[in-house]
């Protein structure tokens, strides 16, 4: 409905306002409903305790929780320093943080829809018109503003506010995730770096002891006293070990470059030196294997669902689709539109500002769609195939992560067994090449004796050094699988921070 009003705008006829303002009130009555099913947490079957959770840990120098970066219970100032490297220049983290703003600005447009819109128009027609042989030409100038609403009646909007804030939480879930991946990942590759540098400390020590015994055999061939034999024998274990310890330069080489990438660095320009045997926590712990590994307390299986970032994302998007089941179902209702607009049309330019020359109209449309083919009854089946595909992607997420938290206690609780049985071996070994070595002197012994028992002593303490690197990956392990001291619940706050901290850099 559109017409010219000589009048100023509140004194617009009240029958022309009475349809479109009793459509507005009836809208807003029942604009308290919204379709589709609220959302409630797919219900799972939870263990009441973990199998592998069991009082066998060793003594813990610190424990893992929320109130401090879990990565300084390992006492290691270099590792402090490059995982504040990561989390400021990781390129995935900068990903996953772009993402969640990207998020975040669709949740911000789906509210729009609460709002009317309002436009302004200005323009300038020239016209020539021909009625009964007389031909005229005139100018219209118009300028005015337009504005229009669809009230939510059926919750299509709060469905898809309520989508986009649950994608939005399930995208900073998926920067803290992403954040807890790359620092385990670089604390693995660091904790083994060090624990390769604890095997060339041992290979350095060994082949010095394997050059003593080749001289050792060397004069004593000069003696007389020996065969040629020995001497091969002492060389040939002395270049061995020495090749060996040569192969530990290529995987040391690979961890840097890897902790290099994952610092945002490229490898050609970052280099990381071995620590001195008293500031290496692999080193410092290599005499009788006592490693104090952190604690990482895996709780209970319930609150793994709000202590890890995946599992968290997983149910987030589970809301997220359940609302778009309610954006589906919304379709089959009727839409309403409110419009009004007002402004000023006038021949002359001079004129336009006039008082007859204001305008204004106001205006309801119900649309219902009637026939459409089966679309929105497709589009409410995807709707609904999608719920279930998140519902099934949820509880296998949540059933990983039971099997992560399993699988790293069963392994630290071996390992720790198994490390205390190595250590012993690694005595009995020293020991016995001590002994061979002396009888070999004396002339009691062969040095075939001497290289069995060297061979073993080597083989048992570079065992030793290896399962170290296995407690120590576990142990990270067993911090990400549990979540590293994140929590839901702070999940927004710290996502913000971090965020204004990325983007700062």
């Not at 008293?278 to 006592?290: D, I, K, V």
């Not at 209702?333 to 204004?360: H, M």
């Not at 070999?440 to 290896?466: C, D, E, F, K, P």
Request: hydrophobic share 45%; net charge neutral; aromatic share 6%.
């Amino acid at each position: 409905m559109a017409r010219s009003a000589a009048t100023s705008f509140p004194d617009l006829p009240r029958r022309a306002l009475r349809a479109p303002a009793a459509a507005a009130l009836a809208a807003l009555l029942i604009a308290g409903c919204a379709v589709g099913p609220d959302y409630v947490r797919p219900p799972m079957e939870l263990p009441a305790a973990y199998k592998e959770d069991g009082a066998w840990k060793t003594a813990t120098p610190q424990a893992i929780d929320p109130s401090h970066p879990w990565w300084e219970a390992y006492g290691d100032a270099t590792l402090n320093g490059l995982l504040v490297q990561a989390n400021a220049a990781n390129q995935n983290i900068r990903q996953a943080e772009a993402q969640y703003r990207e998020a975040r600005a669709l949740a911000s447009a789906a509210r729009a829809g609460f709002y009317p819109t309002l436009g302004l128009n200005a323009g300038a027609n020239r016209a020539q018109t021909n009625s009964t042989g007389s031909i005229e030409r005139r100018t219209t100038d118009t300028l005015g503003l337009a504005a229009s609403w669809e009230p939510d009646v059926w919750g299509a909007v709060r469905r898809s506010v309520e989508a986009g804030d649950a994608s939005t939480q399930a995208s900073a879930d998926d920067l803290a995730g992403a954040r807890l991946s790359i620092q385990t990942t670089l604390a693995q590759d660091y904790l083994q770096l060090r624990a390769i540098d604890l095997q060339r400390a041992l290979y350095a020590t060994t082949t010095a002891a394997y050059a003593r015994a080749l001289e050792l055999t060397q004069h004593q061939y000069a003696a007389g006293t020996v065969l040629r034999s020995d001497v091969a024998l002492a060389e040939s274990q002395l270049r061995t070990a020495q090749a060996q310890g040569v192969d530990l330069e290529a995987q040391r080489a690979q961890l840097e470059h890897a902790i290099a990438v994952l610092t945002g660095q490229a490898p050609a320009r970052f280099t990381l030196a071995a620590l001195p045997a008293s500031e290496n926590p692999a080193l410092a712990n290599a005499g009788t294997l006592g490693v104090q590994l952190p604690l990482a307390p895996a709780g209970l299986p319930s609150e793994l669902l709000e202590r890890r970032p995946d599992i968290a994302a997983a149910e987030r998007r589970v809301q997220a689709a359940n609302a778009q089941i309610g954006v589906a179902k919304a379709a089959y209702f009727p839409q309403i539109v409110l419009s009004a607009s007002g402004g000023f049309s006038a021949g002359k330019l001079a004129s336009l500002f006039d008082t007859p020359s204001r305008v204004w109209s106001l205006g309801a449309v119900l649309a219902q769609t009637v026939f459409d083919g089966g679309l929105r009854k497709a589009h409410s089946e995807q709707a609904v195939a999608a719920y279930d595909a998140s519902v099934a992607l949820y509880k296998q997420t949540v059933l990983g992560g039971f099997q992560q938290v399993e699988d790293n206690l069963a392994t630290l609780r071996v390992l720790d067994h198994e490390s205390q049985l190595q250590a012993q071996a690694v005595q009995a070994s020293q020991t016995a090449e001590r002994l061979a070595l002396a009888q070999y002197r004396a002339g009691t012994a062969t040095y075939l004796s001497v290289v069995t028992a060297q061979q073993l002593s080597l083989t048992n303490q570079r065992t030793a050094a290896q399962l170290l690197a296995r407690q120590l990956a576990a142990s990270v392990a067993l911090i990400a699988a549990t979540g590293g001291g994140w929590h839901a619940e702070a999940t927004e706050a710290a996502t913000t921070a971090a965020v204004a901290t990325t983007s700062g850099t």
